[in-house]
């Protein structure tokens, strides 16, 4: 056979080839990377999207209705495009780099946007409750577990324990282990707002498990010397109701070594947060609460307006309970008296409150004749730093101390013949609406003069009697 017949055949063999077309293996084909490694191969790069894990995408062209091509044509490999995680969002491996996470916590992991879950997830806390429990406990993201223990912690689960079994052994020494002072600040403050409802009377308390936890927090409490820790311990012990004396705590004298120390600190957002976190209660069922007593009017002195408001907010709830012939009683009246003309709002506010819950209406005619016309709102506004280093505005508003007043009428003379009641006004609440001093000043105060001057003689008897 000549050369050029040998060159006609190869040439005839290339055109039939060429005619038919590739295979559909060929056109799907990927080149290897150097390591023989496919993009499906790689967990590394996977990332976190609104549909879990990155894909490999392919160009698709849709079904033509044209004719087959009758020349000769060739097939253009697809093209391979990774998808890019959102910045900010991990990877999974990031998250799991030992691939415990199960298929669903995977799912719910693929929602998380960098910073938090979205709200919608913590809606089924019968599903994502032990789902927000098993990321917390396998993350090694501290980004991605302070969310999960967030997520987990607005979830339904610690209010229906028809429907979530949260609380668990397994759920306890997850959050054990994250409640030391090797824990990133996040996880740390994260962990104990979690500490918070597991130490509660909530319908899935469990009694032995919530000591474990109490009596870890209280040991990081004592072990902390930054006051921006303690305030979050002290903070979370004190929504759990810390009683002094009392059963509660089981008489932990680290624990009421605690709140004397934080009552007592210079930094004036932990001595506020703990005495607003104290409730003193019965003084005849609280041994420890003649201690506290003196801790709290010791701040009564203190330069900051703020910590003096919070302890007369606090001996407002021991005042309750005392009798008359009591010297502390005495003493308090004598004290709300002095701090009715400070200059803070707030702090006149609580004076005044004191003054109902010690119940004498013997007061009644100097509320009337020296505060319904002050109607400067009462409100505690400061900014503190957290543990995790960032800066909190906190306020709170009460209202005027005019309608502090006008409580402190209605809790006196409430049962009697006599009564005025200043529920009975329809105050508008809200950003909108106009100044809470202004409408008590329209509303009630008028109603509450004329109140007074009809019943002096029956205030002045109940007061001698």
Known sequence: MTRHRLAAIALSTALFAAACGGSDDASDATPASDTGATPESSRAESAITTTGRSTTVRETTPPSTDPPATSAQTSEPATTVPVEPEPGVPTVVEVDPGGQLSPAALELLALFDGERFPSDTYDDGTTNGPLFVELARVSALPAVTAAALNGARATSCFFDEDECTLVTQDTTDMLLGHLTLDTDPTVLLSALDFADPVMTN??????????????????????????????????????SGFFPGTAAFRGSAELEELFRTSIASPDAALAYTALTSLNMGRPDDAAGSDNFYGAVTAELDDSSAIVRAAALETLRSFAEFLDEDDPRWVELFAIADAARADADPMIRRNALKIWGSLGDPVVIPTLIADHLDDEVSAEIDYVFERYDGNEVDSGVIHGSVSLAALEVITELTGGTDFEFDVFDYEFERGFDAPPIGEQVAEQAVPDAREWFAANEAAIAAAANG
């Open 202 to 239: 909530s319908p899935v308390h469990d009694e032995i498990l919530a000591e474990q936890v109490r009596g870890t927090v209280i040991a990081l409490g004592t072990a902390s010397d930054d006051p921006r820790l303690t305030r979050a311990v002290v903070g979370a012990i004190g929504t």
